[in-house]
């Protein structure tokens, strides 16, 4: 494992934000390059972190030779183009969920991870976070007996804008891939402990949601 890594960040908006904030306080990790929907994005996240490089485009920030890894943080139709794009050019990339808009767009990025030998990873940080380590740790112990049920639950109350990432089908808004795949994930996860495996799938599925005015659910 290396001992640090210099990473290449693909966005700038919030979520980019909180990965540069975090980083800020890594002993390990750092951002060399970043880029943006347009320069002037690009160098005003450059000067807030104190990045010493920019890129006019993603092909650019992959061609620097000082970006070690890359962090995908755009809106979710991006996603699948960008770490295609990272994974072609041997770029271990970790990309925010969801990794793309569908199933099989999804399984397209990991093939191409899998045939490349490079290192992929969707962002559902709270799988890296300790307090899930510990919970896994106990359920896997019996610590409540044997698992029976779960109910996971991830929702937030967001005034709505038609032409919002959450909202606009363009953008790939709803709920499902905002908040869902966290409760998907987890349910996967602690069925996967009730089985003995490291994830379980469902044998039956059956759902109900409401379609917004704009398209999205």
């Known amino acids: 494992m290396k001992e640090k890594l210099s990473w290449g960040v693909v966005g700038t ?40 490089a920019t890129a006019a485009s993603i092909d650019e920030l992959l061609a620097d030779k000082a970006v070690e890894a890359v962090y995908i943080g755009t809106p979710h139709p991006f996603h699948e183009k960008m ?19 569908d199933a099989e767009a999804s399984a397209k990025v ?14 559902y940080m709270y799988r890296g976070h300790p307090l899930m380590r510990e919970v896994v740790k106990r359920l896997q112990e019996g610590v409540i007996g044997k698992i029976r049920h779960v109910r996971a639950d991830f929702a937030f109350r967001v005034p709505r804008d038609p032409e919002g990432r959450l909202f606009a089908t363009s953008l790939g808004g709803g ?23 490291p994830f379980a799938e469902p044998t ?14």
């Open 13 to 52: 908006g919030g979520i980019a934000t909180d990965f540069a904030n975090a980083l800020t306080r890594s002993k390990r990790c750092k951002i060399v390059n970043v880029t943006g929907l347009t320069p002037e994005l690009s160098k005003a996240f450059a000067d807030k972190w104190k990045i010493p």
């Open 83 to 101: 770490a295609l794009a990272a994974i072609a050019a041997g770029k271990p990339v970790l990309c925010e969920k969801p990794i793309a808009l």
């Open 110 to 123: 990991i093939d191409a991870a899998r045939k490349k030998g490079v290192f992929l990873m969707e962002g």
């Open 175 to 197: 709920g499902i891939l905002d908040v869902g795949g966290y409760v998907t994930s987890f349910a996967r996860l602690i069925a996967g402990i009730a089985e003995g495996v």
């Open 204 to 217: 039956a599925f059956a759902a109900n949601g409401v379609v917004g005015p704009h398209g999205a659910d």
